[in-house]
């Protein structure tokens, strides 16, 4: 069990899934699996935000939405719920190009 992200992530266990063309490394977290790309992608997000937040002067209550869609988004692995997330995307981001 390691700790990763500042204790917000623990990993139990890593397990290698061969396909016929690459290798893709699932990471089996507290809340379920999650591939190597789709952590890449949350890390980054994390860090763009962070300097959003540290640059925003108005609108952090849609920010700190926007960061939280997207890193659901990313962190989804039913299709049903990806779509959901994807979708609500566009209520902050209608309300942060408006305003």
């Known amino acids: ?5 500042a204790g917000i992530l623990f990993i139990e266990s890593l397990v290698l899934v061969f396909s016929t063309k690459s290798v893709f490394v699932l990471t089996q ?6 591939d190597s790309l789709s952590l890449c992608f949350i890390v980054l997000t994390t860090f763009v935000f962070f300097c959003c937040f540290i ?30 997330f994807f ?12 305003t």
Request: glycine share 4%.
């Open 1 to 5: 069990m390691a700790l990763l992200s």
């Open 29 to 34: 977290t507290s809340f379920g699996y999650m």
């Open 55 to 84: 640059a925003a002067k108005r609108g952090l209550v849609t920010l700190f939405s926007l960061e939280l869609l997207i890193i659901l988004t990313f962190a989804s692995t039913n299709i049903f719920l990806f779509y959901i």
């Open 87 to 98: 979708e609500s995307l566009l209520i902050p981001m209608y309300i942060m190009i408006n």
